[in-house]
């Protein structure tokens, strides 16, 4: 697997692509390192823009494309905005492989959030230095504010 065009580790993409079961290609790498830059919903040409600023080698068809797969395999959803043109956005999986823990070390509050980049890269850095991982919810240690005020 080659370096994505976006110049970073692309190993949580494809990390997520293989959970998905979609298969690793350059485009699709790129293509969903983009989406996760936007972080909310994106229609297809914004996102060819994103990718031609990033210097990926990825054409408008190959990005349709792309986001049909992406969606036939659960990882999209396809919508309309106001104007009808079609926008997409990641779907929440299910289960909690994709949870932080946030607890609160003084009271023990506890608040869980969705954070599927967050985890994702935690559990790189984890790998990377040497400790386990699993698909359980990561706990993370915070002050709330009533603790910290
Ligand atoms: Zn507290």
């Known amino acids: 697997m080659k370096r994505s065009s976006f110049g970073e580790s692309c190993h949580w993409a494809c990390d997520w692509l293989e959970r998905v079961g ?21 229609s297809a ?62 009271c023990g509050r506890v608040k869980e959030v969705y954070a599927p980049m967050a985890v994702i890269k935690l559990r790189e850095a984890m790998e990377m230095n040497g400790l386990a991982t699993s698909d359980l919810p990561i706990d993370v240690n915070v002050d709330c504010l009533i603790c910290a005020a």
């Open 45 to 106: 040409d914004k996102l060819y823009y994103e990718l031609q600023l990033a210097g990926a080698a990825c054409a408008l068809n190959t990005v349709y494309q792309t986001l049909n797969r992406f969606e036939s395999s659960g990882l999209l959803i396809r919508g309309r905005d106001e104007s009808r043109h079609a926008i997409f956005w990641l779907k929440q999986p299910d289960g909690d492989q994709y949870t932080l823990r946030l607890r609160c070390p003084h």
């Open 22 to 42: 979609v298969g690793l290609t350059r485009a699709r790498v790129d293509v969903l390192m983009a989406i996760a830059a936007f972080g909310g919903a994106f």
